[in-house]
């Protein structure tokens, strides 16, 4: 049994990371931010105030998350596509700053993670959701790199985007993630960094694999 916590802010590569590490190892991928983006999203669709926490926190008992095959599920409903543009990053962000909200998704990812191995990312599963994670690993980019990264993601997607929006929606973001008073974006004490800067996927992908083997994990 292993999980591996792979934590760091916007576009520092945790869920590429993830996938790559849970398929070469076979073990399951959890991406603990699409919890977040469901709740957000759901929260925008019912016309909740997201500065209004009393009433982020009323409306939880009505959402019902699942996840099948890497699809998500809301109140049985796939909703896997329509989380994945910037305003539902921003939506995660403002739901993420409640108390009640963090516990029902750290419950869902607990409860996941102790069935089988798992990889899982995130801000705070190193700190917080799993702080007895065998593995944790903390990653790091420069902002502008974090931008560039997103803009070439959604340009060849065919999407029209402008840099300066996207470097600007990341600046919020890591601002709103490392400021909040409740698990805050930062590394575990025992967390293995890495600044993924000038580092491209397979160099990032040979240095976790050398972390997992020098615990002894992953042969
Ligand atoms: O999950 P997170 O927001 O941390 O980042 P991501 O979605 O995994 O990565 C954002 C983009 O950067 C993706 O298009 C990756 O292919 C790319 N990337 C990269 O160019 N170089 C890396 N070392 C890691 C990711
Ligand atoms: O992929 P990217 O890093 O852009 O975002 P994400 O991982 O999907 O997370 C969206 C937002 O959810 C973050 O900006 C955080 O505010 C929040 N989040 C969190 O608070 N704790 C987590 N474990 C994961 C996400």
């Known amino acids: 049994m292993i999980r591996i916590a792979i934590d760091g802010p916007a ?16 073990i399951n991928y959890l991406d603990s931010g699409a919890l977040y983006r469901i709740i957000g999203y759901y929260c925008v669709k019912n016309n909740i105030d ?35 543009n910037a305003e539902s990053g921003n939506y995660a962000s403002m739901v993420a700053k409640v108390p009640e909200v963090r516990e029902k998704i750290n ?24 702080p007895d994670a065998e593995i944790k690993i903390f990653l790091t980019a420069s902002v502008e790199e974090r931008a560039k990264r997103r803009y070439d993601e959604l340009s060849e997607k065919g ?16 601002k709103a993630d490392s400021s909040r008073s409740i698990a805050p974006l930062k590394p575990a004490e025992e967390a293995i960094k890495i600044n993924t800067t000038n580092m491209d996927i397979e160099e990032v992908t040979k240095k976790i694999i050398e972390i997992i083997k020098e615990k002894n994990y992953g042969n």
């Open 107 to 130: 419950q869902i990812l607990r409860t996941m993670s102790q069935e089988m191995s798992t990889v899982i990312d995130g801000r705070d599963i190193g700190t917080v959701v799993i």
């Open 11 to 26: 576009g520092s590569g945790k869920s590429t990371m993830a996938k790559i590490i849970a398929n070469k190892l076979k």
């Open 159 to 174: 999407k029209k985007v402008d840099y300066k929006s996207i470097l600007e929606q990341i600046i919020f973001r890591d």
């Open 50 to 84: 997201l500065e209004d926490k009393k009433s982020i926190k009323d409306i939880l008992p009505q959402i019902k998350i699942d996840l099948k095959d890497h699809k998500y599920f809301l109140n049985d409903e796939e909703i896997s596509e329509q989380i994945r």
